[in-house]
């Protein structure tokens, strides 16, 4: 039979507020263990959260990003249960009042059309303790509990592995550019817990899920779903019933393990965490934010196509960082060529931050002084190797490419008379070439725009150089 | 000589401005009295002698180089379920022997800085879950003036401080009349502030939507005293409220002695005076409401009518929370512990061993009506329930300025009644639920004593963030010592 895969995720994404999301302990990452704690996140007697608004801020943001309707009224509910790693036993999230309804991201579907994979909903909550486990005994570091963690639960609009990996990956983008997280996926800021099920085509009716728990590498996620599709496939190809259960994806062995399963449901009592207000976000208040939210790469992508006259491979690499595209966008409209500003800054300057390993915000170079780089190499001021002699410099430290240019008198030669001056001595101090480019060998003449331009102390425009070599020889 | 610990706030104050007695003086008369009344009274938990002395002792110092502040020297009893840096805080419970709070809470943190001394720490019911100060796993405390009979609860170590001289006064939290009841019980005055008047960072909660710190004092002045320093909005405390903070000793100003309540309309809830009330609580009542006509109040009965229902709601609201707030007390990072190779069974013991049976009924009681299945018939049902007796109040304040009515429908009963008898213990809360359910303010203060010398208070209620009309009333109602 055929089978019809069906996927969705709900994916876990770490805020990047400098402090927790209700207390004002620091978020970074890789501290001692427990050295990041206070009364609240350690779940003290008597102690009481406080809402980071940062938090609120940043989820609105994501919402935003991924064309969510961001609710007026939201509030946090209390999730009850013992377990070592939550300092207050139970955990602070949302129940039925999310932050965000609704939004979706567009991915390219298998059959390579687009498609947008549907978000059911963004809401907030906390994260817990980190559990360690040693012979004989156990330790929690709570430098993670109360971390600021969205969760954004998508419909299940996934049929392949290879759509929820795209689907991950413009999630991952859109966050990363909306600036609400870092998305480091070694550091646990983005893991997702995977549901999936099968059915046979053209049925309706969902199959039996099985999901699988809290994973964080995108590479590991595309292994299970593969590993757990044809474990699925093959045992419904055998006639046998698929339990509805949460799996572990071991990627040592490859396989997907069941979870202990508990004999009864879940019961978390979820009621209203009294200890924090209601939130109701004014539409003005959400305007305000909205005014700081970058376009959406995917938008931005076309527009630069269209705006800078650039093809789509360029306005790919370009966008992929948020930053850089800035950097480009900013140069292209002051220079006015949008592709020498593109072909400039995806060959020399990321060969320089490459070089360098040198971030494009720490260098000295701004993108308007490369746009003037450019515009005196445009208006043939300088010649190319000049400007890409020149870069260098303007990368470590920074200056006026104009300014530079007319006092070190690097403008390029052009008038005639000097250069036919050159030009008739290159030609009489080099009779062997000319007799060779006139025997057809057209490399000669390459030879001879060098020693002209040696002689120019590389001013002299090369085509100019050319021209007036070629009148000279007769060609 | 002047018995120092029989001293108000006010006459405290006075006696350090003008030089007549030093803080250490104070504090030290204190201590003897506290100390001896411990073994029969009990009123405290911890008594902190040593650092009562430092503070004091500090406090002369300031004092000596011309500083004052509002309570600069003035010794001051605290419940134990609030976190004083330094001190243990175990509200009651066995489970939280042993911690010691790393932190002041926010209402301790305000008392410091206005120069207040810390006593030591009053007896309660175990996280505050009863109204007798039975349920306290370190034994009761007795009612010193009906002695032999319960100071109730929950404050009842700090009503029996109050009460019985062992503190000039104290701190107490009022979840459902856990400040007023035993206020009236033990002869002095209570408040509980409007939900949001005073920060709960550093209380161990009890029923967060419900809990409110207050003021028991000896007189309303000293109550308004004190709530000069606690009230105010707080940042830890994302439920505490930004209202200006009126000073509440100018409430009765410019009132005229002999009517100082003249244009003021007090309420009289008709279902508050019902069946089930103590003749002689019924006489007190009758006598302030007497007493109110002739100093120029108007009264006017109103209904609220969903009181019947305030037990019931009471008990499911606080039971919920109770169960959630309660849950952290595990074993795992503070209090007892009952070491067990498997965490769930360490869990067990641990919470077996450090609970005591009012508080595993309630939290089990909680625990049942968040449960999936029955959280729309008790928990869901009750919130809806909560409103309407919200709106009772609201259309009550709409045609008064305050409610008068009786605090408890019977005076302290014997230590040891009714200890088996849970529901009993409940359904004399009956008077005093309702304003924490509605989040209005109240105060209560004495109404005179029973042929047996029991005192009897009567409360006062006022809408949300009404603590000035309640104190003017207060003030004007006040008994003469």
Known sequence: MDYEVVIGLETHVQLKTRTKMFCGCGTSFGASPNSHVCPVCLGYPGALPSMNREAIRYTVMAGLMLGCKIADYAKFDRKNYFYPDSSKDYQITQLDHPLCLGGGVDITGEDGARKTVRIHHIHLEEDVGKLTHRAGCSGVDFN???????????????????????????????????????????????????????????????????????????????????????????????????????????????????????????????????????????????????????????????????????????????????????????????????????????????????????????????????????????????????????????FEKGGDPEAIVRERGLGQVSDTAALEAFVDAALEANPKVVADFRAGKQAALGFLVGQVMKQSKGKASPQMVQRLLRTKLGV | MMELNKLTIAEALAGLRSGAFTSVELTQALLKTMEASQKDIHAYVTIDAEGALAQAAEADRRRAAGEDAPLLGVPIAVKDNMNVKGQPCTASSRILEGYVAPYDATVIAKLRAAGAVFLGRTNMDEFALGSTTQTSGFGPTENPVARGCVPGGSSGG???????????????????????????????????????????????????????????????????????????????????????????????????????????TLGIPKEYYGEGLDPEVRALAEDAKARAIALGATLKEVSLPHASYGIPTYYICMTAEISANLARFDGVRYGLRVPCDDVVEQYRRTRAEGFGAEVKRRVLLGTFVLSSGYYDAYYGRAQKVRTLIRRDFEAAFAECDALLAPVTPEPAWPLGAYQDDPIRNYLSDVLTVGVNLAGCCALALPAGQTKAGKPVGVQLIGPNFGEMALFRVAKALELKK
């Open chain 1, 144 to 394: 993670r509990a109360g971390v600021p963690l969205m969760e954004i639960v998508s419909q299940p609009d996934l049929r392949s592995a290879d759509e929820a990996i795209a689907y991950l990956t413009a999630l991952r983008e859109m966050m990363i550019y909306a600036g609400v997280s870092e998305c480091n996926l070694e550091e646990g800021n983005m893991r997702s817990d995977v549901n999936v099920s099968l059915r046979p085509r053209g049925q309706t009716a969902y199959g039996t899920k099985v999901e699988i728990k809290n994973m964080n590498t995108f590479s590991g996620i595309h292994a299970a779903l593969l590993f757990e599709i044809e474990r699925q496939r093959a045992a419904l190809e055998a006639g046998q019933t698929l339990r509805q259960e949460t799996r572990r994806w071991d990627p040592d062995a490859g396989e997907t393990f069941p979870m202990r399963s508990k004999e009864n449901a879940d019961d978390y009592r979820y009621f209203p965490e009294p200890d924090l207000m209601p939130i109701a976000l004014s539409p003005e208040q959400v305007a305000e934010w909205a005014k700081a939210l970058p376009e959406a790469p995917a938008a931005r992508r076309e527009r630069m196509m269209a705006d800078y006259g650039i093809p789509e491979y360029d306005a790919g690499v370009l966008s992929a960082d948020r930053a850089l595209a800035d950097f480009f966008e900013a140069a292209a409209k002051r220079c006015g060529n949008g592709k020498l500003a593109s072909n400039w800054v995806m060959a020399e300057v990321l060969a320089l931050t490459a070089k360098t390993g040198k971030a494009l915000a720490d260098a000295a170079l701004t993108p308007e002084a490369l746009g003037d780089l450019l515009r005196l190499l445009e208006a043939k001021t300088i010649n190319g190797p000049t400007a890409k002699a020149l870069l260098p410099e303007l």
């Open chain 2, 158 to 264: 700090s009503a029996a401080a109050v009460g019985g001289d062992l503190a000039i006064a104290a701190l107490g939290t009022d979840t459902g009349g856990s400040i007023r009841q035993p206020a009236s019980h033990c002869g002095i005055v209570g408040v509980k502030p409007t939900y949001g008047r005073v920060s709960r960072y550093g209380v161990v909660a009890c029923a967060s939507s419900l809990d409110q710190v207050g003021p028991m004092t000896k007189t309303v002045e000293d109550a308004a005293l004190l709530m000069n320093v606690l009230a105010g909005p707080d940042p830890m405390d994302a439920t505490s409220l930004d209202e200006p903070v009126p000073d509440y000793t100018q409430a009765w100003a410019g009132a005229d002695p002999e009517r100082p309540l003249a244009g003021m």
